[in-house]
């Protein structure tokens, strides 16, 4: 399992210039070789090297090894946008959007992230510090900082790129670590989760993860950007700039300790997870206007990740299941009927007249098909 450890540099001012000329380099760079590939339509890593990699090296003061991730970086990022256009993420074909996509070539910020190998960036963990290849040459003894568990895990399973990024005006590196597998145990039933924005996610055993708190906090913040975009002032777009990614890291702490409950309390009864397919979702449902908004800032991908990441640590089976009619299905009886739903918080079943929270019950129906998923799959594989 890979898994993504950000741990946070603390450079001297020269060291900070070095870093900055480097990621200012690298990325120039990467916008150069992202033009010519467009303009000549050449996008395999091997031929797009061939055109460009002596030129970056000498134009640009890039090392071999820096070269070379700089054009990986480009061949990615059109490889990329061609599993987009596929998948029809960007529209069909001819649409305003895609067009747009497709008609000009992918930009690189400069300040954005640049990945290293070991070849370009060692680590002294005992030192707490980094040495990393730079346009002005080794700057070695880069300090950092992370937490015990993190630098357990960096020092046990680090393998493979680490990604420098510079944000809000701090530097960072993303290591990649490589930790085993561990074997998944046979569940003892399922927790089935229901994924909702009244409450984020309410489990079979009736665990409501109340999205009141999350809610609140990201309507202040649509108030707080309206007013402040209304000003125009440049103290209101520094503050705007400041605030940017507040409520982004407000929703993944609330969705790392909601996924962090889950997970313990499915490892303590010996319980597999059963969560919601909502791939898709956001396409296929349509809303009114008003309540778009909402939709598209559940974060419920980021959730389900949390929960899969955690639970696959933990040795814990998880299963994704459809969720077609859990909402309108009796626990029960499994009588389906959309009069099962008089109003959003209320399950009462028109046949049998089993009476729930609508969450729970569709949690429930999300456990039973988690265990029905588990029992086909595991015969399909015991049959082979």
Partial sequence: MRLVVQVKLLPTPEQEAALEATLRACNDAAMWVSTLAHEQRVFGNYDLRKHVYGQIKDEYGLAAQAAQHVIKKVTDAYTTLKSNIRAGNLGAQGSRRRE????????????????????????????????????????????????????????????????????????????????????????????????????????????????????????????????????????????????????????????????????????????????????????????????????????????????????????IALVYVDPAFTSQQCSRCGHVDKKNRPDQETFLCTSCGFAEHADVNAARNIASRGVAGWAVSHAVDDAA
Avoid at 121 to 129: C, D, K, V, Y
Avoid at 141 to 168: C, M, N, P, Y
Avoid at 227 to 250: I, M
Avoid at 274 to 301: C, M, N
Wanted: aromatic fraction near 6%; include cysteine.
């Fill in 100 to 315: 747009r996509a497709e008609g000009k070539p992918i930009a690189f910020r400069p300040q954005a992230a640049q990945p290293f190998d070991d070849r370009c960036l060692s680590w002294q963990m005992g030192a707490q510090t980094v040495s990393i290849w730079t346009v002005t040459g080794r700057m070695k003894s880069i300090a950092f900082t992370a937490s015990a568990d993190q630098l357990k895990t960096l020092a046990a399973w680090r393998k493979g790129e680490s990604d420098l990024v510079h944000r809000d005006g701090m530097w960072f590196l993303m290591a990649t670590c490589d930790l085993p597998d561990r074997p998944v145990r046979t569940p003892d039933g399922f927790v089935g989760v229901d994924l909702g924005i009244a409450d984020i996610a309410t489990t079979s055993d009736g665990v409501h993860h109340s999205g009141k708190g999350l809610n609140a906090v990201r309507h202040r913040h649509r108030e707080l950007r309206r007013r402040l975009q209304a000003k125009k002032t440049k103290s209101a777009k520094r503050l705007l700039k400041r605030r940017r990614r507040k409520e982004a890291r407000f929703a993944a702490n609330t969705n790392h300790a909601i996924a962090k409950q889950i997970v313990t309390e499915a490892e303590r009864t010996g319980q597999g997870i059963a969560l919601e397919d909502l791939s898709g979702i956001r396409d296929r449902v349509r809303l009114r206007k008003p309540q778009r908004v909402t939709l598209h800032s559940w974060s419920f991908h980021q959730l389900g990740g949390f929960v899969a990441y955690k639970a696959a640590r933990a040795g």
